[in-house]
C-alpha cells in the first residue's frame, strides 16, 4: 500500500519512512526541501534498505501539490509532516506559519478528497495543551491558549481535520498524533536530527556543544517549580515516535473504530528535567558537558508530560526505549555526522 510522506525528509518524517518501508508500506516523499536536503534521500533509502521516490514540492502552492498528488492518486494514505516547526520562530514570523502550516494542510486535504484518498495521519503536538498544570495530559485535557502561532496552527490543523472529516460528504478519516519531545537518532546513525543554523532544541545543542561545534549550553532557568528547578519535558526517542504513525495507519486501515477523527498523545509518560537529560548524556558518553545556567527562555512552560494510556491501549503502541537509549544514539549520531572516534 503506498503511503504519501509530507515533509519525509525532515528529523521525524525520515525515520517514519524507514518504519513505514519495514513495516510492508511503499513511502513516496513529498518535500520543499526547506529544513533538509537532497542528500537525505540517499540516506533514507540506505537505512530502509529499498529506494523510495521523492518529490520536490511546495505544498502550500495549490497547483504543485495537486500535480505531485495527481502523479500519485494510488496512494491510500497520507503522513502530513509539512509544517515549519519552531516555536520562536513563529513568534517573529506569525503570518508565514500560519500561511504554510494552514494552506499546505488544506491543499493536502483538497487534494486527497479530489484522488478519493482516505486515511490522514496529522503530525499535531503536545503545545496545543498550552501551560496546563493538569498533569500528565490526557487527549481529554482541554487545550489551553497556544503559547505560539506555531503551536495555534497545531490547534487549528486538529480542528480542521475534525470538522473536515465528520462531514457526511467526506470520505476522510483522520487521527492526530500529539508529540513530546522528540530525540535521538536510529540505531544506524545513519538519519538523525540535523537542525539547519544554531539549533533551537535542547538535545542538538548538547550533542553539538560536545562535538565542539557550539560554545556551550546555556540551561534556561533554574527556578521553575521542578525537582531541580530547570523544566520539565516528556522526551521519547524519534524511532519509537515513528512506529507510532505506522501503528495509527494500521489501526485505521482495521476499522476497528467507526470514529473519523481521533487524537492520541505520544509520549513515554516520564517527565525529565534539563539536568537529568544533560545527566544522562554525561551517562551515556563518558563526557562531561560544557553548559550554564541562564535566564528562561520566553514561552517556556514549567513541566509538561504524557498520560499515554490511550495510545497503548488503541493503538497497541508503547516506547521502548529510554532516556539513556536516547541521548546515546544522539550521540551515535553526532559523532558519525562530524566523523568523530
Ligand atoms: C526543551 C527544554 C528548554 C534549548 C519543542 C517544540 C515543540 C514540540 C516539542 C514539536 C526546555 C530547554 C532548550 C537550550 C535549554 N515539538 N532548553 N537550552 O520547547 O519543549 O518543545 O519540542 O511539536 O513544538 O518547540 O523543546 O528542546 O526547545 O526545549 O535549556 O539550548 O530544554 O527551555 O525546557 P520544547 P526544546
Given at each position: 500500500m503506498k503511503v504519501i510522506v509530507t515533509g519525509g525528509m525532515g528529523y521525524i518524517g525520515s525515520h517514519t519512512v524507514v518504519e513505514l518501508v519495514q513495516a510492508g508500506y511503499e513511502a513516496v516523499i513529498f518535500d520543499d526541501l526547506s529544513n533538509s536536503n537532497a542528500e537525505m534521500i540517499h540516506k533514507i533509502s540506505q537505512v530502509a534498505n529499498q529506494k523510495v521516490v521523492f518529490e520536490e514540492v511546495d505544498l502550500s502552492n495549490s497547483n504543485a501539490c495537486d500535480l505531485v498528488f495527481s502523479n500519485h492518486q494510488?496512494?491510500?494514505?497520507v503522513i502530513h509532516f509539512a509544517a515549519f516547526k519552531s516555536v520562536p520562530e513563529s513568534v517573529n514570523k506569525p503570518n508565514e506559519y500560519y500561511r504554510n502550516n494552514i494552506g499546505a494542510l488544506l491543499n493536502v486535504t483538497n487534494s486527497m478528497d479530489k484522488y478519493a484518498i482516505p486515511y490522514l495521519v496529522f503530525s499535531s503536538s503536545c503545545t496545543v495543551y498550552g501551560d496546563t498544570k493538569e498533569l500528565p495530559v490526557k487527549e481529554s485535557t482541554p487545550m489551553l491558549s497556544p503559547n505560539s502561532p506555531y503551536g495555534h496552527t497545531k490547534q487549528l490543523g486538529e480542528c480542521i481535520l475534525k470538522n473536515l472529516s465528520s462531514l457526511k460528504a467526506s470520505k476522510l478519516k483522520s487521527i492526530a498524533l500529539r508529540y513530546f519531545n522528540p530525540i535521538g537518532a536510529h540505531?544506524?546513525?545513519?538519519?538523525g536530527e540535523l537542525p539547519i543554523g544554531v539549533p533551537g532544541n535542547l538535545m542538538p545543542f548538547i550533542t553539538q556543544t560536545a562535538a565542539g561545534v557550539r560554545e556551550q549550553l546555556s540551561v534556561y532557568g533554574d527556578d521553575y517549580d521542578t525537582i531541580d528547578g530547570t523544566a520539565v519535558r516528556d522526551y521519547i526517542h524519534v524511532s519509537d515516535l515513528a512506529v507510532a504513525h505506522v501503528k495509527a495507519l494500521d489501526y485505521m486501515r482495521s476499522?476497528?473504530?467507526?470514529?473519523?477523527f481521533e487524537v492520541f498523545n505520544v509520549g513515554t509518560g516520564n517527565g525529565s528535567s534539563v539536568m537529568e537529560v544533560i545527566q544522562s548524556f554525561e551517562r551515556t558518553s563518558g563526557l562531561k558537558l560544557n553548559y550554564k545556567i541562564a535566564s528562561r527562555r520566553e514561552g517556556d512552560i514549567a513541566a509538561i508530560y504524557a498520560n499515554g494510556r490511550h495510545t497503548m491501549e488503541i493503538l497497541d503502541w508503547q516506547a521502548k526505549y529510554n532516556l539513556d537509549d536516547m541521548t546515546r544514539s544522539a550521540w551515535e549520531w553526532e559523532k558519525k555526522l562530524r566523523k568523530l572516534n
Open positions: 494510488d496512494a491510500e494514505a540505531p544506524s546513525g545513519i538519519i476499522e476497528k473504530s467507526k470514529e473519523r
